[in-house]
């Protein structure tokens, strides 16, 4: 047999690819299950992605991950999008079955597996999250907080308090998913607005703290929320931090001293990678091989 024709193919679209943790992730997943499948990066220039995504209608190829700059941009390529991605209006994993493209968000119901790791929110029978009865403050109002923010709303959450730099950018969100008056926007340089709300839950979706390969900016020493404001929540708070890179950012370290519990975005990259995985193959992920590559 010819083994070179029978390996099937996933990837990353993106631009830049080549820092990202997927390939180790799901290279191992595929391994684990004995998958002849090999995971590749796919460096994508703006001009190269409709071509980029075309190819995946080839029979060896499975599908990919989309990242930044791309999971709004690949969404008229889809034949079929997820009703969830396309109320994001987002798609970072790619499917290609019986010659059609369909388009997926991961990483919306990714995050609310995370949280729910931690005890946040209710497993349902079905498998689907529950977040009734939560307040949740998401810090931002760009791709990553509008995952969040249309997946606590679709899980039920009691009330969503939005906090974002630019206040037009956050009223923007919030009037998308807006479900009732449960709904809330506040400026970032004006926390003071936090204090009467009490919440069970903080998630930054801001790339404050990020660690930039090649930039010396004051990022990764930044917190977008002070010590101050962080020591007026219930002591239960759990705060959730998007990024994973540095694994301890300043809002994490802040919130460790004051007793809070705090999780880096490690475990949201786990679980958007492991429903990618089962949506490509249509096996349950190998999870503690996944998070084995991680952690
Ligand atoms: P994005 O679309 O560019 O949005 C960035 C958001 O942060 C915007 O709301 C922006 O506010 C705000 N912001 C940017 N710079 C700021 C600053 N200096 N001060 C205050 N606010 C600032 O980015 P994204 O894709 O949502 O990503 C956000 C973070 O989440 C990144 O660190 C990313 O790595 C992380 N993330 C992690 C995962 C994971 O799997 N763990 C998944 C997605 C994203 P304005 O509206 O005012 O510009």
């Given amino acids: 047999m010819n083994t070179i024709a029978t390996t099937l193919r996933v990837g990353l679209i993106g631009n ?26 796919w460096q994508t220039n703006p001009e190269e992605l409709s071509a980029r995504v075309a190819s995946l209608l080839s029979p060896t190829y ?65 498998d689907h999250i529950s977040f009734a009865g939560y307040t949740a403050i998401v810090l931002g109002a760009g791709g990553g907080a509008r995952g969040a923010a249309f997946a606590l709303v679709s899980a039920g959450v009691e009330r969503l308090i939005i906090v974002n730099r ?10 998308a998913v807006q479900q009732g008056s449960n709904c809330q926007v506040f400026c970032l340089n004006d926390p003071e607005f936090l204090i009467p709300h009490p919440s069970s839950l903080i998630i930054n979706a801001t790339p404050l703290g990020m660690h930039v390969a090649g930039e010396h900016t004051n990022n990764e020493n930044a917190s977008p929320l002070s010590a101050n404001i962080l020591a007026r929540f219930a002591s239960d708070t759990l705060v959730y931090d998007m990024i994973y890179h540095p694994t301890q950012t300043q809002l994490l370290c802040q919130a460790r001293i004051l007793g809070f519990r705090a999780v880096n975005g490690l475990s949201m990259l786990l679980h958007q990678g492991a429903l990618a995985f089962t949506l490509w193959t249509g096996e349950p992920a190998p999870l503690e091989v996944m998070r084995a590559t991680l952690f």
């Fill in 16 to 41: 830049p690819v080549a820092h990202s943790y997927s390939p180790r992730l799901q290279q191992a997943a595929l391994d684990a299950l004995a998958i002849p499948a090999h995971y590749e990066l």
């Fill in 166 to 175: 630019t206040l037009e950018r956050g009223q923007r969100l919030a009037a």
């Fill in 62 to 126: 499975l599908g990919a991950n989309v990242t930044v700059p791309y999971k709004e941009a690949v969404l008229p390529f889809m034949d079929v999008v997820d009703p969830l991605a396309a109320r994001i209006g987002a798609v970072n994993t790619i499917v290609h079955h019986d010659e059609y493209l369909y388009g997926y968000n991961t990483d919306a119901p990714g995050l609310l597996h995370a949280l729910a790791e931690q005890g946040v929110g209710q497993k349902l029978d079905d």
